[in-house]
């Protein structure tokens, strides 16, 4: 009876580290500075998948910019990590002088899933911490009969 009960702990135990450790892992990001950033990291081989350090966010940022100097449209898109990211809109209120000066970001920021920087949505990281809970839940059943 001893060696049934501690088999039990010892499988509570495993399972609550397994979902503590899905809770603490840093967040993931696509990581991209190329000159074609803006398409979809997914199928962009440039792109890449990186761990930024606990705390940080997930950012992407446009600039455009027209330059009066050759006549020309400048874009860019920059995706990473980002420590006390804050979401901004400069087109809102982008003026023809800022446009040609200094350009216009928009900048978006999120933490609340890995890859989130990303053109489309992902729910990896919701999907992994809810099946933990379930598989949590079965064992905690499995192992009260």
Known sequence: MVNVWNSKITLCSLSLLL???DCVC?????HCIADDCE?????NYKAVKRNCEAGQFCQKIFFEMFS????????????GCAWDCH??????????D?????GCIEKSCCADKDLC?????QTGNTFTRVSMYVIFAIFIIVLNR
């Open 26 to 30: 840093s967040l993931k990001c696509w």
């Open 87 to 96: 979401d901004k809109n400069d087109f809102i209120n982008c003026t023809r």
């Open 19 to 21: 979902l503590l450790t």
């Open 68 to 79: 009066t100097t050759d006549n020309r449209k400048y874009k860019s898109t920059v995706r």
């Open 98 to 102: 800022m446009f040609s000066s200094r």
């Open 39 to 43: 398409n979809d990291p997914a199928g």
């Open 117 to 121: 920087n990303t053109a489309s949505t």
